[in-house]
Structures are given as C-alpha cells and as structure tokens.
C-alpha cells in the first residue's frame, strides 16, 4: 500500500493559472518535504514543514501542512513555464526522524503557454 | 557549489557484471542515502548511513551493499547485477537523523542492466 498518496498524478495547466497539489497520508506527518524535479535531473529542494497549521512561501509557491499533520498541499499562483516538472513529497511518517524519507510518487506539472 | 555529487552519470551493465556508485558530499553532513526511482513506484530508500561508521538497511536493500568510506562518500555497490536493478540511483545527504534536516540529492545516476 502506498503510504503517501499525491493527486493528482499530472496536471496540465494554461500558464499564468493557479494551481494545487496535495500530499494525503493515513500516518502522522512528523516532517514534511516538497522536493522539484525536472525531467533528467535531480532533485530541489523547495521547503519542509514540520508543525500543524504551518505554512511557507517561497516565490510564487506556498506549501501547507494540516493541522492534524496528515495531509499537506503545494500552491502555485500565477503558474510559469519554469514551474513544469515533476513534484514529489516526501515525508518521515515513522517519527525516528529522517532515517530516509517515505516518498508520494510524484505529480506532473505541465505548463501550456 | 557542488553539494552531492554522483559518479557516473550513466551506465549499462550486463546481467552478472558489478560496479559500484559514488557518492560524495562537501556539506560536512552526517547523514548520506541511497534511493532509487522506478517509474509508478516513487522513490525508495536503499540503504542508509546515519553517521559515519554506520550503516543501515531501507526499504529495498536486497542485491546491494554500501559502505561508508569516511565522513564525505558513501558508496553503493552492486555484486552481481540484475534486469530489475536497472533504475535512476539517487544519494542524498542531511545534517542529521532528526526530522527538519533538509535532505540534499545529488543528479541522479541512469543505470540500465541488460
């Protein structure tokens, strides 16, 4: 069983549109990652969350965390073609901390202009 | 800036043959991954070392072993290479154990076994 969904799986959307992807566990979420990863290459880090209710924005992205810990999502306002790419979340649901991260298995984002 | 970074790039093996990935990291970190990337399956750890002189196994370690070889590499090495192994190996590196060190991942090594 998967124990980090991510939806959806890919994602078309027309550029300078808003867009969301969620990261849903049945576990606690005791760190959670978003990582970018362009076609062929590895990946970036963009920002963790660790508290319920948190919130962080970097840019055009803002990446939230529930407050019950169990289910985080990524937003992107104003999408740009540099924002194509595949989105993964990753996330300590043991709570021994990061002895390797669970991972989701990704979202395609595709950009049209 | 060159962070982790992962030897070689490419690589194709026949079934039987071994080889061993490189990783190193100029971060002064402590902790070092090893993940691979199938298609439809995410990533999954392979093996990991929390600190130097220690080692311990992921979720898919079966086929493959690694070692610590000082604070900066951690190598995973294949002893007798299989179809199924053919993946993208990606090593990884944090400051610590503790959940919110963030996780540094290097370019990804492309290894098909024929």
Known sequence: SQELEQSPQSLIVQEGKNLTINCTSSKTLYGLY????????????????????????HEKITAKLDEKKQQSSLHITASQPSHAGIY?????????????????????????? | NAGVTQTPKFQVLKTGQSMTLQCAQD??????????????MGLRLIYYSASEGTTDKGEVPNGYNVSRLNK????????????????????????????????????GSWLTVV
């Not at chain 1, 979340?89 to 202009?113: E, M, R, V």
């Not at chain 2, 990606?90 to 919110?100: D, K, M, P, V």
């Open chain 1, 34 to 57: 978003w990582y970018k990863q362009k076609y062929g290459e590895g990946l970036i880090f963009l920002m963790m969350l660790q508290k319920g209710g948190e919130e962080k924005s």
């Open chain 1, 88 to 113: 993964l979340c990753g996330a300590d649901i043991s709570g021994g901390g990061a002895d390797g991260l669970t991972f989701g298995k990704g979202t395609h984002l595709i950009i049209q202009p």
């Open chain 2, 27 to 40: 971060m002064n970190h402590n902790s070092m991954y090893w993940y691979r990337q199938d298609p439809g």
């Open chain 2, 72 to 107: 900066r590499e951690f190598s995973l090495r294949l002893e007798s290479a299989a179809p199924s192994q053919t993946s993208v190996y990606f090593c990884a590196s944090s400051w610590g154990r503790e959940t919110g060190n963030t996780i540094y991942f290097g370019e």
